[in-house]
Structures are given as structure tokens and as C-alpha cells.
């Protein structure tokens, strides 16, 4: 299986930082979220992540890749600072899901199950399904933002997605 | 829609989503521009002084650089000509012998003269029953010696070596030698002076304001060893002189005060053979020995006033200079900033391993 990249949301050229900021933040967020796995913290990573870039929005160049891979890149590494000093594995609290689980409700059943089998993921493998799934990042952005090959992001990525479906069953 | 778009869009579904007054709030301080922390005061205050701090070295390294700059060239605008002469040290002048009856003095060579009030060293020196006060206060005795050249135009060359001579009758100096001569615009001129030695300075000043110095080299002979041993043998030869002369008053025969005359007569001539080798000594340190050398340019002066020409001068020595002074710091700097970036690849390195970690031990 071959996981293309399809990223409607950056298509959104984002012209000024609030432009970029409007088109990144909700997930940035969620893929924050998923690695520190705790809601206040995720808030303060996110917050602090967007700091970071719009103090250094100068440094940016496109010619070493796009503005969304960018803000991610600076968004992981914040995550993994605050992991570091806080050195905590709280699940994420309080998230309240998106909708009410009826046994007939076919597509909340799958959400759930899909929820259940990403929580069950490596956190690696996660942070990969993170970065494609909630970022819109192409395989090049991902290998950007966790600093590899591209060839070796999309194995990476290629297995943590067949993990997942068969968490899923 | 096949399975990985059903997927994507199911794990989409489970995203995390931000609380809407926390988005509301990172909004409000995008749109602010998110307002800088202020800095602590000490901090405030360092970063107003480091620009000052950063000008003002600077100042002070452009001041020196174009002090050294200018200084490199101020003989030249004597001369009237960039001759590129720089004050240098040349090989001092061939040594004589540390004087009659005595061994070898140690020498003591200074790349530059020896000020006055180190001439007596306080350091004390060889026992001697002399009553001579050159030594009796342990004080050593010492020999000047200095070489110096001066390069001048050539329309200013006599009046140069005439300005030596005058310098030579007024500081009470004696011309040993002179040798003067000149060709086809160029000349030479030598001087051997030798110079009272409580008036060496204020005639090595004198001359040195006579023409551009090209160079000037001083060196001292501690010629105490000597000087003690001559001043021992005189009192040896003159208290045997005086017991042969009381040995005299009591010979009994006439054959007993030949033999002692004929002794008086010995110890007469090692006197004056004593006296003699003091005699030299104490001028050689009374006079300090002072070579001269004048050559001209072959060039004629311009004059004092400072031209144009002097200026792209002064500037293409100050860019010289300046030039030198970056490949210098440079080469200093140069394996610091290979360690610092060793460093802080080193340290990104870490980093990102401590980061990846935090992520594997979760």
C-alpha cells in the first residue's frame, strides 16, 4: 500500500503568520495532543510552539521546505521538550468524544474502535499516523519534520497505517 | 470512498480539538503579535551596553591600528621618500677583549641602550681590598656601547654630519674616527665617538633627532672582574714596594740592598703596569663608546608639509595594517570557532537524542 499525500488544508496559501496560524492550529493541536497526551499540556505546547515560530518567522525558508512542515517540525520539538521535563505518560483527560457511541451508529462504533487501536499504537507509530492523518503532511514533510529520508518516512509510515488497521481488525 | 480514505477520515474524526476559549485566546495573541516578555532589569541594562560595548571596542581597535599605521610611517616623512625602512635591531658591533690580566667579562647585550640609573647594580659585587669607590660599594663596573644609524636625504647629508659633530663638541664628547664621503648623490658617513657616560643619553637623543634612525643597537661589558683584578694588583704592588722599602732601611750590607733594589725596581714596573690597565679600564667606563653611521637616501627631501600623496600613504598603510590585523585575529580565532561549531554540533546532536528519547519512553 502506497499512503499518498492529499492536503486540502494547505492549499490555504497562508500569506501573513495569522494566515498560517488559521490554517495550521487545530492540527498542530491535535498532533501535539497526541504525543503529550494531556489537554493543558497540549494547550501549553501549542501555545508556545506558535511563539517559537512567530519569533523566529524570519528564519523561515521556503527552499527548505513549506511553512506547514515547518510549524510542525517546531511544534514536535517543543512536544518532546515538554515530555522531557515533565516526564509524565497521563493519557489524555477530559477529551470528550464527538459524539454520543449508539449501538446502532455504525460510524461511531468504527471511531471508537479506531480511537481504541491508536491508543494502542507505539507512540512512534502514532505520532506518524498524527502527522499524516490530523497534520495533512506529504511523506517529504514528515521525513522533514522527524529528520529522515523521505523513502524512510513512507515505510515508516506505510507500516505504522497497516498496524493500525489491524488494531483495527 | 475505499478503506484508506475511510480511514483517514476516521482518524481524523478522533482528533483532539481545542478548547474554544483556548483558541480564542492563542488568536487574541497572534493578532498582538504576542507581546514580548519583558526582560529582567539586569538583562535590559546588557543588552543597551552591548552595543555600546561592541563600538567602543571597535573604536579602540581602529585607534590602534591607525596609531600603529601612522607610527610605521613617520620616518618616512622625514625622509620624504616610502622607503619602507621599519626600526629594526642589527648586530651589535664587534666586542674587544674584557681588558688586560682578567678573564673574560660576562657580557650583558640590551636590544636597546641601558638607562642611566641602571648602569650601578645594586647586586654585590667581587670582594676586593681596593679603597677604589667605583667597587668599594659593590657596584659593577660597566662599558657602554651603541651603534646607531641614521638615513637621511641626500641634499640634507652634510648638514647631518655636521649637526654629529657639533652634538660630539657639545655633550663634551671625543671623535675618535670620522670618515666621510659621498658620490653621485649618495653618501656615507662613520663616526666613532666616545662619550662621557653621565651624558650618554642626552647625546644618543641629540643625534637620534639629527635624521630618520634606521637603526639602534646598545650593548654593556661588565668589565668588573677586570677592573677589581687591576685594582688588586696595584695594591699588591705597591704594599710589596712599601716592605721592600723598609727591607731596604734594615740591609745590613750593600750586596742584601742591591738585591732588594733590584726588587723595588720589579715592583715599580708591575705599578705602573697596574695603573695602566686601571687607567684603560676607568676610561672605558668614564666613556661610552658610540658608533655613528649616516648614508643618504639618494632621494631629495620634499619638505615637512603633509601632501596628498603622504595621505593615500598613511591610508594604504592603515588598510595594510587593518588587513593584517584581520588575517591575525582571524588565525586566532579560526580553531575557537571550529571548536564552538564542533560544539554546538555536539550539542544539537544530544538534543535531538534526549528529544527522541522522551518520545521512546513514553
Known sequence: MTVTATAPARETAATSFADLYRATFADVYAYVATIVRDRSAAEDVTAQAFERAYRKRRSFDARRGSERAWIFGIARNAALDELRRRRRSATLVAEPPDEVLVAHDEAAVRRATVRAALDRLEPRDRELVALKFHGDLSNAEIAKVLGMSESNAGTRLHRAVTKLREACG | ?362
Open chain 2, 1 to 362: 470512498m475505499n478503506d484508506m480514505e475511510q480511514l483517514r477520515e476516521d482518524v481524523r474524526a478522533t482528533a483532539p480539538r481545542p478548547r474554544p476559549e483556548f483558541a480564542a485566546r492563542l488568536e487574541r495573541n497572534v493578532e498582538a503579535g504576542f507581546k514580548p516578555a519583558r526582560a529582567p532589569r539586569g538583562e535590559r541594562r546588557l543588552n543597551l551596553l552591548t552595543p555600546a560595548l561592541a563600538l567602543a571596542c571597535t573604536a579602540v581597535v581602529a585607534v590602534f591600528v591607525a596609531a600603529v599605521a601612522i607610527d610605521g610611517t613617520s620616518g618616512d616623512d622625514e625622509e620624504g621618500a616610502s622607503g619602507g625602512v621599519a626600526m629594526q635591531q642589527s648586530a651589535p658591533p664587534e666586542e674587544e677583549s674584557g681588558g688586560s690580566g682578567g678573564a673574560a667579562p660576562p657580557r650583558n647585550d640590551a636590544e636597546l641602550r641601558v638607562p642611566e640609573n641602571t648602569r650601578a647594580f645594586d647586586t654585590a659585587g667581587p670582594s676586593t681590598r681596593s679603597a677604589d669607590p667605583r667597587i668599594r660599594d659593590g657596584r659593577r663596573v660597566v662599558e657602554h656601547r651603541t651603534a646607531l644609524e641614521l638615513q637621511t636625504p641626500a641634499n640634507e647629508f652634510a648638514e647631518t654630519t655636521d649637526e654629529v659633530l657639533r652634538v660630539a663638541d657639545d655633550t663634551g664628547s671625543i671623535v675618535q674616527r670620522s670618515r666621510v664621503s659621498e658620490r653621485e648623490g649618495k653618501g656615507f658617513a662613520r663616526f666613532d665617538l666616545r662619550v662621557p657616560a653621565s651624558r650618554l643619553d642626552e647625546t644618543l637623543a641629540d643625534l637620534s633627532r639629527l635624521a630618520h634612525v634606521v637603526s639602534r643597537t646598545a650593548s654593556t661589558d661588565d668589565i668588573t672582574r677586570a677592573y677589581v683584578s687591576a685594582a688588586d694588583r696595584l695594591q699588591d704592588a705597591r704594599d710589596e714596594r712599601r716592605a721592600l722599602l723598609k727591607a731596604l732601611e734594615r740591609a745590613d750590607t750593600e750586596a742584601e740592598a742591591d738585591a732588594i733594589r733590584q726588587q723595588i725596581e720589579l715592583a715599580r714596573v708591575r705599578i705602573a703596569l697596574a695603573e695602566r690597565d686601571l687607567g684603560a679600564l676607568r676610561r672605558r667606563a668614564d666613556r661610552a663608546k658610540v658608533s655613528v653611521t649616516v648614508r643618504s637616501t639618494g632621494r631629495v627631501s620634499e619638505g615637512g608639509a603633509w601632501t596628498p600623496g603622504d595621505a593615500i600613504d598613511d591610508a594604504g598603510r592603515i588598510l595594510e595594517v587593518a588587513a593584517g590585523v584581520v588575517v591575525v585575529t582571524a588565525a586566532a580565532l579560526l580553531p575557537v570557532a571550529i571548536l564552538a561549531a564542533l560544539a554546538a554540533l555536539a550539542g544539537r546532536s544530544v538534543r535531538r537524542r534526549r528529544r527522541e528519547a522522551a518520545l521512546d519512553a513514553r
